[in-house]
């Protein structure tokens, strides 16, 4: 018996937020309708801010509220720190750099060696308020649109600029990372624009604490290849650290 296309999209609503991704197929295969149904149907939800559409579904919006830079700052504070340190290590005098947004790497940003003589480009107003004042720092701004939670740029124009630029290495943030499906993010433009930076530096580092190396609640990832290097705090699991190396990701615990 066919339901109302009411019942259905809050049927839709419950699936992706209770079971997560949803595909186009699988929905038009479980409520008995043309994929073309489901998709206006995802389209509608969407205008009604109920879902989020994806490459070929959605997600729900509310199920896993993403928390504002502000609010992850102060989380993990210890390990943050630590991995901050450790990653400042890596840095080598005269280099250029990109930072991504991220409370962790602003903590890196603020251990970057001084005297360096260093080229940072970023996206995050936090690290150019942070490098401001600092001479031995050439500051590169990508702008675009400015997202809130995060405090940074993302977009087509943002991803237009880094078609001019390169980096000897990249500092990139992330909700999760997982060895087998890369890093994730809650929303697409920020993971997108991730991977662009990925293929435009020549080193690649991921500064994340333990607790993000489990189980993401969002489901915007993007794989990095083979050969980056993972900074993460001593609570990382030994099977992890195994993983990890299978995948040709290095991992440095601070």
Same mark, same amino acid.
């Given at each position: ?63 896993? !509220? @993403? ?12 390990? &943050?720190?630590? %991995? =901050? $340190? /450790? #990653? ?90 997982? !060895? @087998? ?12 624009? &991730?991977?662009? %930076? =990925? $293929? /435009? #530096? ?53």
């Amino acid at each position: 018996m066919s339901i109302s296309a009411r019942a259905r999209r809050d049927a839709i609503v419950t699936l992706a937020t209770t079971v997560g991704l949803a595909s186009v197929d699988e929905l038009s295969e479980r409520f008995g309708v043309t994929a073309s149904t489901i998709r206006r149907d995802l389209a509608t939800l969407q205008e009604q801010r109920k879902l989020t559409r994806t490459f070929g579904g959605a997600m729900a919006v509310a199920a896993h !509220p @993403e928390a504002s830079l502000r609010q992850r700052l102060g989380e993990h504070f210890d390990a &943050k720190r630590d %991995i =901050a $340190r /450790r #990653a400042a290590e890596t840095v080598a005098p005269g280099t250029s750099l990109f930072l991504d947004n991220g409370s962790t790497v602003a903590a890196f940003a603020h251990a970057l060696p001084v005297d360096a003589e260093l080229t940072v480009t970023t996206t995050s107003v936090g690290v150019v308020t942070d490098m401001a004042d600092r001479d031995d720092v050439r500051l590169v701004m990508l702008g675009g649109e400015y997202r809130s939670l995060s405090n940074g740029f993302v977009g087509p124009l943002t991803e237009a600029a880094l078609e001019y630029l390169t980096f000897d290495a990249a500092y990139l943030g992330a909700d999760a990372v997982s !060895p @087998e499906r890369g890093i994730c993010e809650a929303d697409l433009g920020q993971i997108r624009l &991730k991977e662009l %930076i =990925a $293929r /435009r #530096a020549t080193a690649v580092y991921v500064l994340a604490d333990s607790s993000k190396l489990k189980q993401s609640e969002f489901h915007a990832w993007t794989r990095l290849g083979g050969g980056w290097t993972l900074i993460t705090d001593d609570g990382i699991a030994p099977d992890l650290v195994e993983r990890f190396t299978a995948a040709d990701v290095t991992v440095v615990a601070a």
